[in-house]
Nanobody, 120 residues
Framework: QVQLVESGGDLVQAGGSLRLSCAASGSIFSINAMAWYRQAPGKQRELVATITSGGSTNYADSVKGRFTISRDNAKNTAYLQMNSLKPEDTAVYYC??????????????WGPGTQVTVSS
């Protein structure tokens, strides 16, 4: 069984920075893509950033140049460095990971989320 746990969410002023972490644990054979999503009140969950096992990244236009996704494959952990935060970045941030628990059994998991609140 694999679990994801996010951490690092907080209340921060506009212009500030936060670093989110997403740690995967359990019976992990390999992790392919890891991603961060967010969901603001009354809005649909949206993709923020993705990173492959090889380090290729992709970002939503709204966060390009401000957010950086990275991962430590040895620790099965992904990070989201968020700079120049804006009030519109306020949301619950969720981690997603896709991989395998064995050569033939895959997983696609979500963490419980971490709250990021940016005050103006």
């Amino acid at each position: 069984q694999v679990q994801l746990v996010e951490s690092g969410g907080d209340l921060v002023q506009a212009g500030g920075s936060l670093r989110l972490s997403c740690a995967a644990s359990g019976s992990i054979f390999s992790i392919n893509a890891m991603a961060w999503y967010r969901q603001a009140p009354g809005k649909q969950r949206e993709l923020v950033a993705t990173i492959t096992s090889g380090g290729s990244t992709n970002y939503a236009d709204s966060v390009k140049g401000r957010f950086t996704i990275s991962r430590d494959n040895a620790k099965n952990t992904a990070y989201l460095q968020m700079n120049s935060l804006k009030p519109e970045d306020t949301a619950v941030y969720y981690c997603n990971a896709r991989g395998f628990t064995s050569a033939t059994r895959g997983f696609d998991l979500w963490g419980p989320g971490t709250q990021v609140t940016v005050s103006s």
